[in-house]
């Protein structure tokens, strides 16, 4: 399964980078630290998933999801934020977030996630 890594914040990626690379079956493909450079990652890579922060100089992770969610086959999208109000949350998911996670309390829902996702798409392949 390929993830896309999408934080401003460098020890943000390089600390889920470490925990994915944990999973078997997980390939980090790519990681950018602004939308504009993942969503042209996500058009020639098309990972499985992309982990996307919320708050990004320039444009936000939502901007991210109306960039990709029509490419040929959207990622799901696992957005990760330091600002987990219900608001955000709500907006997340309306805009086509799969999934909305705390940064700083619920990395091991991210990685279950994850490993649900990995082996939904092992059944699918079998």
Request: aromatic residues 4%.
């Amino acid at each position: 399964m390929k993830v896309l890594i999408v934080d401003d914040s460098s020890i943000i990626r390089v600390r889920l980078a470490e925990l994915l690379t944990e999973v078997e079956g997980i390939e980090i493909v790519a990681q950018a630290d602004n939308a504009y450079e993942a969503a042209d990652l996500v058009r020639s890579l098309e990972p499985d998933v992309a982990i996307v922060d919320l708050r990004m100089p320039k444009r936000s992770g939502m901007d991210l999801i109306e960039d990709v969610k029509n490419t040929r086959q959207p990622p799901k999208i696992i957005m990760l934020t330091n600002f987990p109000t219900p608001e955000n949350r709500e907006r997340c998911l309306s805009y086509g977030a799969d999934y909305f996670f705390d940064k700083s309390s619920e990395i091991e829902e991210v990685m279950a996630v994850l490993k649900d996702l990995l082996q939904e798409s092992v059944s699918r392949h079998h």
